[in-house]
């Protein structure tokens, strides 16, 4: 499946789940470990949880299973390794304490996926 797609499929599984502030970063040229970062925050411990297993999965039912994921049992942080798409989804705190976005996005500018 090409990332494109399944950058969509994610997108569509946490608008849907009601995730906030989403927003993705195109990696290509910066890291060979995936194409598509995809940042998302969840209200709870018990939402981010269930944010990540939905992403996993409707992914999962759309052809590509997740190649992990870490993160679900404690819900401040979880990663859903989607090989050319990984999924952050986090508690704002967090979200706010790590800056992942503005890590990955030196040079370029995060798309806001709301």
Same mark, same amino acid.
């Given at each position: 499946?090409?990332?494109?797609?399944?950058?969509? $499929? =994610? %997108?569509?599984? %946490?608008?849907?789940?009601? #995730? @906030?502030?989403?927003?993705?970063?195109? +990696?290509?040229? *910066?890291?060979?470990? !995936?194409?598509?970062? $995809?940042? #998302?925050?969840?209200?709870?411990?018990?939402? =981010?949880?269930?944010?990540?297993?939905? +992403?996993?999965?409707?992914?999962?039912?759309?052809? @590509?299973?997740?190649?992990?994921?870490?993160?679900?049992?404690?819900?401040?942080? #979880? %990663? /859903?390794?989607?090989?050319? /798409? /990984? =999924?952050?989804?986090?508690?704002? *705190? +967090?979200?706010?304490?790590? @800056? %992942?976005?503005?890590?990955?996005? =030196?040079?370029?500018? #995060? !798309?806001?996926?709301?």
């Amino acid at each position: 499946m090409e990332p494109e797609e399944l950058k969509q $499929i =994610v %997108l569509n599984t %946490l608008e849907e789940m009601k #995730a @906030q502030d989403i927003k993705s970063l195109d +990696v290509r040229g *910066k890291t060979s470990i !995936t194409d598509i970062m $995809i940042f #998302a925050s969840g209200t709870s411990d018990r939402h =981010v949880k269930s944010l990540a297993e939905s +992403v996993a999965f409707q992914s999962k039912q759309a052809g @590509q299973a997740p190649l992990g994921t870490e993160g679900t049992l404690e819900g401040e942080w #979880a %990663l /859903v390794d989607l090989n050319g /798409v /990984v =999924v952050h989804i986090m508690q704002p *705190k +967090v979200r706010d304490f790590y @800056q %992942l976005e503005r890590l990955w996005s =030196v040079g370029d500018k #995060a !798309t806001d996926d709301n």
